[in-house]
């Protein structure tokens, strides 16, 4: 209970300080010439002054609100090494029993660092700030959190943290732990196929004394590509081919040491994603037709794309008089295209060519050789395929799929996705296709269709009487494809609503020239969250299952559910961050859960450093609680006032707050009513009294 003297005057400031002021000169008047009664006077002067400023006692019941103590536990990834967990828990436990000898003191426990914390890292000051959002500051006892003390959001100074109360951290991790880890010092996120890039890195070892140096293996996509000797500290680099278009995963994998906390960060990974540079294209028409600008449009419609395009307006034959120089703008340069620079373009494309006697057939010979080392070609067939002077009769005739029987068909049909197709990337799921058996395809008719015997490839489409539409074709490194019909143009002109001509010609191009994404045969990892979807795509009738290596080096075995026609998936959560790697024998996939190179891994020794310097401007402490046998041992809970010491060598302090709540509030005015008015008139009374005398 407390008692306050305060004042409500009953006159404004001014009036009352005028007042005060002639009060004051008349006491001094008194004071100086003693008249019979002065004193008297005075006090009666005074009395009067003191009941306009109407002075009150206040009289209050307080009572002390509850400290709030929070205790910070650390369920990051890195508190399930080397039993930190199990010693985490036992020191909770501990804390909240000895709390209770703590008198008005509240023990509000907060979990940081979680899998749901959103983070790549140990914010355990972030998880404090919101689980004691609704605590005034002045509550606030002090924090104490128990971690490895690799915390990745300690504030600069103790106004950050919002209270002044000491801070705690009770490190769980043993004395000399050993670790080894990868530090990525040069890290591209983008590579030109087919060209290498530099990777920087180094080794760094806590806790391990190694005389020599320290293996380590580079990989890309799972495949070594590079055995490197090492020594601790140095920066060294490596050069990793990108081979293909989209991600490249590389990693880098230091060999393990003797008895460290964890293999986890002893790899790191980053992905460099493959950009091809301008893709060449060479687009050949022999005759002006009315699909020759389809192909035109869809290669010129792709920023990416250098097309070089030349049509045969009149073969050298033709003998009308018309001058050379109203040909053609320039020469057809064969020898430069076809022998010198062959190897520069990334697709050829013959569209309605026949022989005219403008390549010879040496320069054939050189384009099946480009296909088998690797290149690829694209014939858009028409009468010209099935009559004299056909691209099957060329040594280019080798590496064709199919050959002419000498018939074309002229009848209108609508083109179907066979059973091969509809599990092929190509063609499976076009927009309008049928999708139950028998039904037919939203799109419109063809007219035309080259008649031919299939020898080779994956007839993926069909025409009238089910002959080949088109067919796809591996040969050696390269790749080819034929389509036996020049109407795909009345689906680029919408003729009877047309058909999905941008979106097979895109994949049909896109699968010459061996983007990854429209493989036949392939194996797919990907990340959303912690989630990791795998797929197989393949053209057999069933997927094996899958292994999957997790980061802390466990397997497990994933059975895949067909999802579509030759696609075959799984959905799971592993619980872990870090580089996965699915093998079903022949194929490999990697996919990253989380961050690449997740701050929490990239540092595992528990450390006091990180939490010394703010336990310090606060008042509090940092020790290591775990043994060397991993037992714990903790300190005493010691309740201190605000701006004393709060820690010594086996013990640590808990503010103790004042913060207070009023339950009860009494005012008495101590001149009013009778009481005020008796004195008043009692010292007026005694001056007359004494003055007459």
Known sequence: MNFDLSFSPLVPFWPLVALGVAAFLALIALAWFRPRGATLRGVAIALLLLAVSNPSITRQEREGLPNVLAVVVDKSPSQNLDGRDQRSAEALAAIQERAKSLTNTEIRVIEGGGPGSGSDGTELFRALSAGMADVPPDRVAGAIMITDGVVHDVPENVAALGFDAPVHGLLTGRPAERDRRIVLT???????????????????????????????????????????????????????????????VVEIEAAPAENELTLTNNRAALQIEGVREKLRVLLVSGEPHSGE?????????????????????RPPEKQDGTPINELSLIAFPTRE???????????????????????????????AQYVREGGAVLVAAGPDYAGPGSLSETPLGDVLPAEPLGGVLQQAYKPHVTDLGKRHPVTRDLPGDAKEAGAEPSWSQFFRLVETRQRGGQSLMSGANDDPLLILSREEEGRVALFLSDHVWLWARGFEGGGPHLDLLRRMAHWLMKEPDLEEEALSMHA?????????????????????????????????NQSEPGLFT??????????????????????????????????????????????????????????????I???????????????????????????????????????AGLLGLLLLIGASAAAWAREGR
């Open 186 to 248: 040069q890290t591209p996120r983008f590579g030109i196929v087919d060209k290498t890039q530099t990777v920087g890195f180094r080794v760094e070892d806590t806790g391990i004394e190694l005389r020599g140096s320290i293996g380590v293996v580079a990989r890309r996509d799972g495949e070594e590509i590079s055995r490197l000797i090492v020594v601790p500290g140095r920066e060294t680099t490596v050069e990793v081919p990108i081979t293909h278009a989209g991600p490249n």
């Open 337 to 367: 295209l076809f022998v010198t620079k062959i190897s520069d373009f990334d697709l050829i494309i013959f569209d309605r060519y026949a022989r005219q006697g403008i390549l010879p057939l040496l320069y054939f010979d050189n384009i």
């Open 293 to 313: 600008r389809t192909w035109r449009n869809l290669l010129k419609a792709d920023a990416n794309v250098d097309l070089v395009h030349f049509t045969i307006l």
């Open 570 to 631: 799984a959905t799971l959560e592993t619980g872990e961050m870090g580089l996965h790697r699915a093998d079903d024998g022949t194929f490999t996939a990697l996919a990253n859960v989380g961050p690449v190179n997740a701050r929490e891994f990239q540092e595992i020794a528990s450390t006091p450093d990180r939490l010394q310097p703010i336990a310090n401007a606060t008042g509090g402490s940092v020790r290591r609680i775990a043994e060397q046998d991993g037992s």
């Open 633 to 671: 041992e903790l300190p005493r809970l010691v309740a201190v006032r605000a701006g004393a010491r709060a820690q010594g060598s086996d013990w640590i302090g808990v503010r103790q707050p004042e913060a207070e709540v009023v339950r009860g509030l009494d005012i008495f005015p101590m001149f």
């Open 528 to 560: 959303r969250g912690g989630a990791l979807t795998i797929e197989r795509q393949t053209m057999a009738d069933n997927a094996s299952p899958v292994t999957l290596t997790l980061p802390s080096g466990a397997t497990r075995t994933v059975t895949l």
